[in-house]
C-alpha cells in the first residue's frame, strides 16, 4: 500500500464534488471506499464519472490508514450484506479471505481478460481465487533498496550487483558507522520484510493453503532460518538503527536521511518525499544526489531476491445493486491510460509493465525499470484466507527484532502459528 495520506479537507472536497448520497434523479451513486492516498483515487473517480457520460456518479469514502483497520471496517459491512459497498479499493493479502466467504463478485472472462491484460506477475498473482478473477489489479508495489552513494564507494561496493546480499549490507554499514533502515515495528510492514526474507532465500511462511485452517506453516525451515538470522543479525549489530523495533516506514526514511544513513529498503514513494523534503529544507540538495537506488539485495547470494509486494486491487461487491455501472468504474480505473494517470497523479507505482514506457512516467522516475521488474518477479504475502492468523503470528513470534534467532524464532512461529489456525490459541 502507499505509504502516504490525503489531507481530509482534499479529499472531503473531492467527495462532495461527486456526489450527495443516494440515487439522484434516477442516476445511480457508486461507493467506493478507498485507501487513503493524497486525493488521486477521488480524482479518478471524477474522471471516470465524467467519461462515463453522467450515467453514474461517485461517492468516495476514505478507509482509515492501517490496513487491519481498513479489513476490519470492510468485513464488518459485507458481513452484514451491505448493500452500500460496490467497490473497495483492496490490500492484495486480503482478496483471497474476503472472496472466500463470499464478499466478492467473481469477474466474466472477458471482463477477466481485458483487466489482466499486461498486469504485471507480482500483482496478477493476487487478484484471483480458485481459478477466478475476484479483483482487479488496480496499482502494485514494491520496495527497492535505497543507498549513499558516497558510503558503497567509500566501502568498495556495488549495491547495483546482482549479488549484493544483506549480509554484505549489514557488514558494509557496520564497517563505516553507518545504520541500515527496516520496517519492523510489530505491524504489517515487518511481515512485509519477513516474508521478503523467506521467500528470498527459496522459501514460503505456510504451504498447502488450500486446506483452509490445516495449511501447514512452513517458516521452520533453512530459509526461514536464514531470515531469521538477518532480522536478529542486523539488531544486534553496530548498523542497527535507532529504535528498530518501533521502526515504520518514515523512521527507516529519516535515519536513511540522516547522518548516520547508509541503506534502506523502502517503498518508491521515498524519492518523491526525498524532493521535497530538500525543498522544505531538511535535507541538503548533495544529501538528495547521494541517493542511489537498486533491487531489493539477496539474501543467498546464488538466489534472485523476491521483493516485496504491495499495492491495491479493486474488488466489487457480491452485494452491490448497481453492478454494470461499478464493472464500468473498474474498467476505467484500472486502463492503461489511467494506470499511467494516477501514478503522476498520486505516486503509486502502475500494475501494467506498458506505463513505465510513458515518458512522463520515466522522467519523474528515473527508477522505472527497476519498480516495473521488482513487482514483476515480487513475492507475494500468503494467499490464504487466513492471512490475518499467519501475518499476526509471525509479528507476535518475531518481535522484538532483538529476540530473533535461528532456528528457535522460526521453530516457535510455526508451532504458534499452527495453534492459532486450528483454534487452539487465540491472538
Known amino acids: 500500500m502507499s505509504r502516504r495520506t490525503a489531507t481530509a479537507a482534499a479529499l472531503l472536497l473531492a467527495a462532495s464534488m461527486l456526489s450527495a448520497c443516494g440515487d439522484d434523479g434516477g442516476v445511480p451513486t457508486i461507493t467506493w471506499y478507498i485507501n487513503p492516498d493524497n486525493g488521486g483515487q477521488a480524482r479518478l473517480a471524477e474522471r471516470c464519472a465524467a467519461d462515463a457520460g453522467g450515467t453514474y456518479r461517485v461517492d468516495v469514502q ?21 448493500s452500500s459497498i460496490d467497490v473497495m479499493s483492496l490490500d492484495p493479502p486480503f482478496v483471497a479471505e474476503f472472496a472466500n466467504a463470499g464478499f466478492l463478485r467473481p469477474f466474466d472472462q472477458a471482463d477477466a481478460t481485458a483487466l489482466t491484460d499486461g498486469v504485471l506477475r507480482g500483482p496478477l498473482q493476487t487478484a484471483s481465487w480458485k481459478d477466478q478473477l475476484v479483483a482487479a489489479p488496480f496499482w502494485a508495489n514494491t520496495q527497492l533498496l535505497w543507498y549513499r ?8 561496493v556495488d549495491p547495483a550487483s546482482p549479488a549484493f546480499t544483506w549480509d554484505e549490507m549489514i557488514r558494509t554499514a557496520a564497517g563505516q558507522n553507518k545504520v541500515v533502515g527496516v520496517q519492523a515495528n510489530r505491524y504489517e510492514g515487518y511481515m512485509v520484510w519477513i516474508n521478503a526474507l523467506v521467500t528470498s532465500a527459496g522459501g514460503e511462511i505456510i504451504s498447502d493453503v488450500e486446506a483452509g485452517k ?13 531470515a531469521a538470522a538477518i532480522v536478529g543479525g542486523l539488531a544486534r549489530s553496530p548498523a542497527v538503527p535507532p529504535a528498530m523495533s518501533t521502526m515504520g516506514e518514515e523512521e527507516a526514511r529519516s535515519a536513511f536521511q540522516s547522518d548516520a544513513g547508509a ?5 518508491p514513494y521515498v524519492y518523491n ?22 533491487r ?28 454494470e455501472q461499478t464493472l464500468d468504474l473498474v474498467r476505467c480505473a484500472t486502463s492503461l491510460p489511467n494506470n499511467v494517470e494516477y501514478m503522476l497523479d498520486a505516486g503509486n507505482p ?6 513505465y514506457d510513458d515518458p512522463r512516467v520515466r522522467e519523474a522516475y528515473p527508477m522505472a525499470d527497476v519498480i516495473r521488474q521488482s513487482i514483476n518477479d515480487a ?8 492471512y490475518n492468523d499467519v501475518s499476526t503470528s509471525v509479528q507476535i513470534t518475531w518481535h522484538p527484532a532483538t529476540d530473533v534467532t535461528a532456528p528457535a524464532t522460526p521453530d516457535e512461529s510455526a508451532a504458534f502459528m499452527s495453534d492459532v489456525l486450528q483454534g487452539k490459541r487465540l491472538l
Do not use: C
Open 62 to 82: 476514505v478507509l482509515p490508514n492501517d490496513a487491519s483497520q481498513q479489513r476490519e471496517q470492510l468485513v464488518r459491512r459485507l458481513a452484514a450484506k451491505d
Open 149 to 156: 552513494k558516497s558510503v558503497a564507494e567509500a566501502a568498495g
Open 214 to 226: 490445516d495449511a501447514t506453516p512452513t517458516i521452520d525451515s533453512e530459509a526461514g532460518d536464514k
Open 263 to 267: 541503506f534502506m529498503v523502502n517503498w
Open 273 to 294: 518525499a526525498a524532493k521535497e523534503s530538500v525543498a522544505a529544507g531538511g535535507i541538503t540538495q548533495q544529501t538528495f544526489d547521494d541517493i542511489a537506488w537498486a
Open 296 to 323: 531489493f539485495p539477496r539474501v543467498d547470494a546464488g538466489l534472485p531476491s523476491k521483493p516485496p509486494l504491495g499495492g491495491i486491487n479493486l474488488a466489487v461487491s457480491a452485494f452491490t445493486t448497481h453492478a
Open 350 to 355: 502502475a500494475a501494467r509493465g506498458a506505463a
Open 379 to 386: 513475492g507475494p504475502r500468503p494467499i490464504t484466507p487466513y
